[in-house]
């Protein structure tokens, strides 16, 4: 399994908090059947900021620490950006990066609210063959009060990535139920951990692709495990369901 997006570099975000607890981090991931990880730290959000250089240099140095400890665990540089007005020109700096360096951007929206140049940012982000995916939109009220408003976020040009926890239940039966139907609706295509630590935010990939297949099918499973491989390929994400929220709505799969 892949996971796109984790906290696990040590010591520059709210994550791993030290070398120690990212091997830890790593191994249990193995456990898991988890053979990539995507570190994806926060940036731009306010309080962390981790430009794309550093993630980097930090990813390096985690990959020879867990070679040297035995861990059979890739890491790949990423970032978690929050969406802010700058995002283009940090990202023309080199600021902000795509996932392994992919066109995949995992774009974080405030946890209350969708500002209202969301969707503007995204066009422009793929005009410039950019793809933003947001990050656990099921934990954004606004998305999560009317999923009209990510049928739309999706349908400009973004992709959805559930965590999951909110899958398997920890966050919530209604948050979970959500999930579901999201994963039916066309309103995910990616799950992955969002692991923070191994107390409270660890892994749950696997307990989530099951869940996953037993509710919407192991069609379903498959196709959401295949596009984090799709993903690292720098391969197109295709649609399985047409998005679509409470609405119905024309869809057209580019
Ligand atoms: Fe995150």
């Not at 620490?65 to 665990?73: S, T």
């Not at 995204?122 to 408003?149: G, Q, S, Y």
């Not at 409270?200 to 307990?207: E, P, T, V, W």
């Amino acid at each position: 399994m892949i996971d796109i997006h984790t906290h696990i570099l040590p010591g520059i975000d709210d994550g791993a908090v030290d070398e120690e607890q990212a091997v830890r981090m790593a191994q249990a991931a193995e456990q898991e059947g988890i053979s990539t990880l995507i570190a994806t730290p926060h940036h731009a959000n306010g309080k962390y900021s981790n430009p794309g250089a550093h993630i980097r240099q930090d990813v390096d140095t985690l990959n020879h620490l867990l070679e040297a400890r035995g861990v059979g665990v890739k890491v790949l540089a990423g970032q978690e950006v929050r969406l802010n007005r700058e995002l283009l020109e940090d990202l023309q700096a080199g600021g902000t990066i795509g996932l392994h360096d992919t066109p995949y951007l995992l774009l974080e929206l405030p946890s209350s609210d969708v500002p209202a140049y969301a969707e503007e940012m995204i066009h422009e982000l793929r005009l410039l063959n950019r793809i933003p995916i947001i990050a656990h939109p099921e934990r954004n009220a606004v998305l999560a009060a009317d999923p009209d408003k990510l049928a739309r976020l999706i349908e400009v040009g973004a992709l959805s990535q559930l965590t999951s926890h909110s899958v398997n239940g920890a966050f919530g039966r209604k948050l979970q139920k959500l999930c579901l139907d999201w994963c039916a609706q066309g309103l995910a295509q990616f799950i992955s951990s969002d692991a923070h630590n191994l107390e409270n935010r660890a892994f749950g990939l696997k307990q989530s692709y099951s869940l996953i297949a037993q509710e919407c099918g192991a069609t379903m499973a498959a196709y959401l495990s295949d596009n984090a491989h799709r993903l690292l390929h720098q391969e197109e994400i295709k649609f399985l369901a047409a998005p679509q929220g409470r609405r119905k709505q024309w869809w057209k799969i580019w």
